[in-house]
C-alpha cells in the first residue's frame, strides 16, 4: 500500500505538516469497512438491546459522513492547489509576455525617434537650402531687371 505524500502528487511547494498524507483508495475502503457495522439482522430482544445498534448504526452513519466529507474537503483543497498554481502560472505567462512586448515597443521608440531626428535634420537642412536658393533667385531677379 503506497502513501502518497502531498507535495509528490501535485508538486505543492507551501509549508505541509510533515505528518500530513493523502489517503489511498485501498486504505479509504479500509477504513470505511471499519465504521460500518455488519453484525447481521436486528435481535428481536428488549427495547435496550435493539437501541444499542441503532446508536451504533448512526454514529457509524455520522463516522462515514464525516470521513467522506474530510475525503471531499481534501481533494477539494487538492483542486483549488492546482487551480492557484495554474492561474499563478498564467500570471507569469502574461508577465513575461508583457515584458517582452514593452521591450519591443521601446525598441520601436528608440528607431522612431532616431528616424525623426533624422528627419528633422534633412528639415533644417533643406530649410536652410531654401533660403540660400530664394535669395540667389532674388538676385538673379534683380539682375535680369537692371538688364532690361
Sequence with gaps: M???????????????????QEFTATEIQELLSLFLVNDG???SGSDSQGSIPTSAACSTNDDERKLRRMISNRESARRSRCRKKRHLEDLTNEVNRL??????????????????HMVLRENDWLWMESVGLRARLSDLCRIFAVMQ
Design 41 to 43: 439482522p436486528p435481535s
Design 2 to 20: 503506497a502513501i502518497l505524500n502531498m507535495e509528490e502528487e501535485v508538486g505543492f511547494q507551501g509549508e505541509v505538516p510533515e505528518n500530513h
Design 99 to 116: 515584458m517582452i512586448q514593452n521591450r519591443e515597443l521601446k525598441d520601436q521608440l528608440g528607431r522612431i525617434l532616431s528616424r525623426r
